[in-house]
């Protein structure tokens, strides 16, 4: 499992999903508490918060920094005077916002194969592109960062750029496998650079197709969340999730 742990990221992602459920048309005050989320709780100013990342159809709701969210941070502040990065991103600082993230995912997946395609694992160090570049390898994580630290390189903005952690199915009756991936804000988008494609996914915007992907928590700079879905109180309360009835 993934560095946040099996038994916590359950329990996190039911948290979020029974706060969802409380967003029934007849419900306020819960509709009231998710249009202040992006400011609760935190100690940043919300001019300098990234977007919330409600992907692929789910709701993304803050959770406290963890050990993941403060390294992904200080990850922003890395030296980008690297000369096999420069090299790869050089002939791409013409192109316009979209297509610099689509020929990122398109160069590094070239150049980079990821170690396993089982269950992604944080083995605790984070290489540096330069490093991965070399290797012509890395795990999920490191393929992570070589393609934000592209995107720093061709000018993205600190707060478009996200890691977001969940699961991967191929198609139905597919092994599922946890995994790690670069999340992408272009205006309106949101375009997931994953290991197992060398294409960019669009997973919000105006073209989302099927991604296989789920995902369960999405670290920013300053803000971490973690995904859940609207479900119903009718639907919870026959699942026996529901508030009890006297």
Known sequence: M?????????????????????????????????????????????????????????????????????????????????????QLVDGLRVLTADDKVLAVQSSMSAAIRTVSTDNCSDDGYWAPAQETLARGMGDCFDVAIAKMEALRSLGVADTDLYLTT?????????????????????????????????????????????SGYTPVITYGVGASWVHGRKVWLAALAAAGEGPARH
């Not at 819960?30 to 609760?40: E, G, I, M, N, V």
């Not at 692929?56 to 922003?76: C, E, F, N």
């Not at 670069?182 to 073209?207: C, K, M, N, Y």
């Open 2 to 86: 993934l560095a946040w742990g099996r038994r916590a990221a359950a329990r996190v992602w039911r948290i979020a999903a029974l706060t969802a459920a409380l967003l029934s048309p007849s419900c306020a005050a819960a509709q009231q508490a998710l249009q202040d989320r992006a400011t609760a709780t935190l100690p940043m100013s919300t001019s300098s918060l990234p977007e919330v990342p409600d992907i692929l159809g789910t709701i993304a709701l803050h959770i406290p920094p963890s050990p993941t969210s403060t390294r992904w941070v200080k990850l922003m502040q890395a030296s980008l005077a690297q000369s096999r990065l420069m």
């Open 166 to 210: 969940g699961r991967f199915q191929a198609g139905a009756g597919s092994p599922t496998r946890e995994t790690v991936a670069l999340l992408v804000r272009v205006g309106q988008r949101f375009w997931l650079l994953p290991d197992w494609t060398s294409h960019a996914i669009e997973v919000e915007g105006p073209v989302v197709r099927d």
